[in-house]
């Protein structure tokens, strides 16, 4: 079973750089837009879709039961779900078992070199590589709003990192997640990914793999599987996204509403982890932050995906393209698979804020980058807080 996380590269800096996104599975990624239809899963687990969404299902040959009996795994071009409002993401009851969660693999072939020169906006210089940290154990007590996300793509099974977010619409009782666009859907090329589940706390005691191999999905998965039942990202994801080259990476972002896989206690993902952060969609510029710390589960070598790693650093800029809003960037020594993990600042009030998550990064590995929090990211986590909002 392979996990390839995507590839994209970044054209900042006035150098030929090959650079991947440091945190999906697959060599593909794609952010989806705002939808309009959702997918409801009532308690008992039978799929309920509205009326629209089941319309444009069948256009696509596309059978809820027998897609849950495996026809998930056919990505023809005809049956790969793109447009915003086509999500759709059954519950398939047990299928991250613990060995697909652990067995997530690199890319088969290399990123190649891309001409990234040509930068018109403001990027600072090249930040100094800091080793990545292990996360103290247990990762619950010191950071229980982190986990991993797994979902599948035509390359097999990819892993991504992503945060548990406070939701305006149930103060204390969220369900969302934030994550990278490209660890929800393949972008321009691509569609909307399968599968996709987020594992809070993943090894939480940071197991090695060889303990792994023997773990019980209690330890695998402490807090749980929760499944997306609702996934958005930007338009311009969807519509710019690459593997290489670094197109809509400052739009590079996501929110999932989750439910748990087997019905659960009837709590919340937040109230099951005891922690949520909030999100900034307003964050200072670089001048004013005095540190930001991205945490996830590299998986690309010299990591192989099973332990929470975290990077502190202050930020510098880095620009994509001149009329795109200019990204954050920190020196990290994290790869392939911490894409979508959360970075983290003190906000207004001194406490902990989520400020933007893991996009880009080199294939050499050094530095990370990731998108500012701005209108279109907002109103994304507002469309889903919203959607959810009566339930």
Not at 155 to 180: E, F, I, Q, R, Y
Not at 309 to 330: H, N
């Amino acid at each position: 079973m392979r996990t390839i996380r995507p590839l994209l590269a970044s054209a900042a800096v006035a150098a030929a750089l090959a650079l991947t996104a440091t945190g999906c599975g697959p060599g593909e990624e794609d952010p989806g837009g705002s939808p309009t239809a959702s997918a409801v899963q009532p308690p008992d687990g039978k799929i309920t879709l509205p009326d629209d969404l089941k319309d444009r299902l069948k256009e696509h040959g596309i059978d809820l039961d027998k897609w849950r009996g495996g026809d998930w795994k056919n990505w023809d071009k005809d049956k790969w779900l793109r447009e915003a409002q086509d999500f759709v993401n059954p519950i398939i009851e047990d299928l991250w078992d613990p060995d697909r969660m652990r067995e997530a693999e690199e890319p088969d072939e290399p990123v190649e070199d891309e001409d990234i020169s040509g930068d018109e906006g403001v990027t600072d210089p090249t930040p100094k590589r800091i080793e990545a940290s292990p996360a103290k154990r247990p990762y619950h007590d010191s950071v229980p709003e982190a986990g991993k996300l797994l979902f599948d793509g035509p390359k097999g099974s990819m892993v991504c990192s992503a945060t548990v977010v406070k939701d305006p619409a149930h103060p204390g009782k969220s369900n969302l997640v934030w994550t990278a666009g490209h660890c929800v859907h393949a972008g321009k090329n691509g569609g909307w990914y399968r599968n996709i589940a987020f594992v809070p706390s993943y090894n939480n005691k940071g197991l090695t793999t060889a303990e792994l191999e023997k773990a019980s999905r209690e330890d695998v998965a402490p807090y749980g599987v929760w499944w997306g039942d609702w996934a958005q990202t930007s338009e311009q994801w969807i519509d710019q996204g690459a593997p290489v080259g670094g197109q809509g990476a400052p739009y590079d972002f996501a929110v999932i509403h989750v439910t748990p896989e087997k019905g659960g206690s009837g709590k919340s993902l937040e109230e099951t982890v005891g922690s949520a952060l909030p999100v900034d969609f307003d964050a200072p510029a670089v001048q004013k932050i005095a540190s930001m710390e991205a945490t996830g589960y590299p998986a690309a070598p010299p990591y192989d995906g099973q332990k929470m790693f975290q990077c502190a650093d202050k930020p510098g800029r880095l620009s994509v393209k001149v009329e795109q809003p200019t990204m954050y960037r920190i020196g990290c020594s994290m790869t392939g698979g911490s894409s979508g993990g959360g970075w983290v600042a003190a906000g207004k009030d001194g406490k902990p804020t989520l400020v933007s998550n893991t996009s880009i990064g080199p294939v050499t590995a050094g530095w990370l980058a990731g998108p500012r929090l701005g209108a279109e990211a907002k109103g994304i986590y507002t469309a889903v807080s919203e959607k959810f909002a009566g339930r």
